[in-house]
């Protein structure tokens, strides 16, 4: 079965804190991996994917296929970090499953 | 680029009712997909269209159907409309098939159904 797994629902961090947001997946096969984000009262955008290896707004990703996981992490959490994430694969790149999302809360 | 579009931003509909969501997608991209967002849960993708036709489905009823028209924009319908319909209902539009395809969503219709 295809599925993404969010542990947290919400993780909150003390501003300077570093971030890790924990992502499982279940996929037979090589799914490209996603992280999205919502800013309060914005749309749904895309963060990072793994395939381009980028680091966007501070934030990497890196895949691990052995233990099936893609955690998002930053060294130092901003409180512009504020945001609904969701950790997302895609069988192909135009469908996608999303897991259920982790709330991050900066803390000042 | 006014990116993805969607209408109407919120609606408020009876059980048993018919509603109908509109999207246009970006400039330049051919398929639309449509996700549905209950209240604290991720997108569920519903279904998406390209060259007109339905190219994948979700897991959901055939009270959802939808169309594409030839300028790409496209439009979700929901019959006998239940309760548990409410949610947030995303549009999404990418380029078919294409590398490293970048996927852009709207900012949603949010349904209520009373």
């Given at each position: ?62 895949l691990n296929k052995g233990e099936t996981s893609f955690h998002l992490k930053k060294p ?33 | ?114």
């Amino acid at each position: 079965a295809q599925r993404v797994t969010q542990p947290e629902k919400l993780l909150s961090v003390f501003k300077g804190a570093p971030v890790e947001l924990k992502c499982n997946y279940s996929y037979s096969g090589s799914p490209e991996l996603f992280w999205y984000v919502q800013y309060s009262r914005q749309r749904l955008q895309l963060l990072l994917r793994h395939i381009s290896r980028e680091s966007i707004k501070g934030f990497t990703a890196d895949l691990n296929k052995g233990e099936t996981s893609f955690h998002l992490k930053k060294p130092f959490a901003q409180e512009e970090d504020s945001a609904m994430y969701y950790c997302a694969l895609s069988p192909r790149d135009d469908k996608i499953i999303f897991g259920k999302g982790t709330r991050l809360h900066i803390l000042p | 680029d006014a990116g993805v579009t969607q209408s109407p931003t919120h609606l408020i509909k009876t059980r048993g009712q018919q509603v109908t969501l509109r999207c246009s997608p970006k400039s330049g991209h051919d398929t639309v997909s449509w996700y549905q967002q209950a209240l604290g849960q991720g997108p569920q993708f519903i279904f998406q269209y390209y060259e007109e036709e339905e190219r994948q489905r979700g897991n959901f009823p055939d009270r959802f159907s939808g169309h594409q028209f030839p300028n790409y924009s496209s439009e979700l319908n929901v019959n006998a409309l239940l309760l548990g319909d409410s949610a947030l209902y995303l549009c999404a539009s990418s380029l078919y098939a294409a590398a490293g395809n970048t996927i852009y969503f709207g900012e949603g219709s949010w349904l209520t159904v009373v």
